[in-house]
């Protein structure tokens, strides 16, 4: 198990190669004062993600937005859209980390979603909350 002193190195360098242009990384001052757009703030976020599976969760599942994307895609699945984290990261200053990855999907394409989903990660508690979506 990592220090929390080579964590906190592990989480500065993933910062410093995804924003090589901030120098500061302070909570008080040097953080980026704009959104850091979709891309960036989503490879942050899974860099960190990945760094803490590693250290900390060796035996997690390793669900993340690319791969979910992908798996959607090949299934054909047209009507959907990232939430979450990984939907509004692109918004933020400062990238965050988080473990789970959702998904907002048409209501006709759910039994293709979850069999497509279970299909790639079988081991996944399935969860479906099928509220509707007031208009």
Not at 83 to 111: F, K, N, S
Request: glycine share 6%; charged share 25%; with cysteine.
């Amino acid at each position: 198990m990592l220090s929390s002193d080579e964590r906190n190195a592990r989480i500065l360098a993933t910062l410093k190669q995804t924003m090589p242009h901030v120098t500061n990384f302070s909570h008080d001052i040097g953080l980026p004062t704009k959104p850091v757009g979709h891309r960036s703030g989503s490879m942050t976020s899974t860099a960190i993600i990945r760094s803490y599976r590693k250290d900390h969760r060796r035996g997690s599942q390793h669900v993340e937005p690319q791969v979910v994307i992908e798996v959607l895609e090949q299934a054909h699945i047209r009507r959907w859209v990232l939430m979450g984290l990984y939907g509004y990261v692109g918004y933020l200053a400062m990238p965050r980390a988080t473990q789970d990855v959702h998904i907002l999907v048409a209501d006709d394409e759910i039994e293709r979603v979850v069999e497509a989903i279970c299909k790639r990660w079988p081991a996944l508690q399935l969860t479906i909350d099928k509220k509707p979506f007031p208009i």
